[in-house]
């Protein structure tokens, strides 16, 4: 039954993806046209505190404080690694500019970096691909919090469209693959327990 539910959205995801690229900067637009100082706000400290080193430390720390749960640690930052690569390639693959950067939305001047022209292309969003990439391991190890991450995920992406940093497929595609790169990690961690192995190395010695 698991499977099958997740197959169905996995196809949802995909269409949604499709779907999302036809009218990319409609979606731009009409987000962008709800941005007031209160939201503005919120969503700002979303962006700035959804960093890859703060999210990835605090999920860390979470492990931490259960000693039953600490073989998750290398998996969880495998999981970071692995999205870091395949947003690199899919980034300098695609080079697909942001939405302020074709000038179809604007963004706030705070936002504004010289890394967006450089290498950080819009597609896929790495910061959507981070906070869903954790998503299977915190729900698989504590699922009384997985719809707060999940919700907590969704803003997370939603203020990148909001910002005009990722049309909507960018930041959809970012927490598909992510999810999927977290799936991945948790088969092979039940097949290999290589995260285990990893802690006895670490911290029994």
């Not at 503005?40 to 749960?69: D, H």
């Not at 947003?87 to 500019?97: E, G």
């Not at 819009?122 to 869903?132: G, I, K, R």
Request: charged share 15%; proline share 3%.
């Amino acid at each position: 039954m698991r499977n099958k539910r997740g197959i169905f959205l996995f196809i949802v995801a995909v269409a949604s993806i499709f779907a999302s690229l036809q009218f990319d900067s409609e979606i731009s637009k009409a987000v962008s046209n709800i941005r007031v100082e209160q939201l503005n706000n919120f969503f700002l400290g979303l962006t700035f505190w959804s960093s890859e080193i703060i999210i990835f430390f605090l999920l860390t720390s979470f492990f931490l404080w259960n000693e039953n749960k600490r073989r998750w640690i290398a998996p969880l930052w495998l999981t970071l690694f692995l999205s870091v690569v395949a947003s690199f390639l899919l980034k300098i693959s695609v080079q697909r500019m942001r939405p302020f950067q074709q000038e179809i939305v604007s963004t706030l001047p705070i936002l504004i970096s010289n890394s967006y022209t450089i290498w950080n292309f819009a597609f896929p969003s790495f910061q959507a691909m981070l906070v869903f990439c954790a998503i299977p391991i915190l729900s698989k190890e504590f699922p009384k919090f997985k719809y707060a991450w999940i919700i907590f995920a969704a803003l997370v992406a939603f203020s990148r469209v909001y910002f005009g940093l990722h049309f909507a497929s960018d930041v959809i595609a970012g927490g598909l693959i992510g999810y999927v790169i977290g799936m991945l990690v948790v088969m092979y961690e039940k097949e290999n327990r290589f995260g285990e192995k990893v802690y006895k190395k670490i911290f029994r010695k």
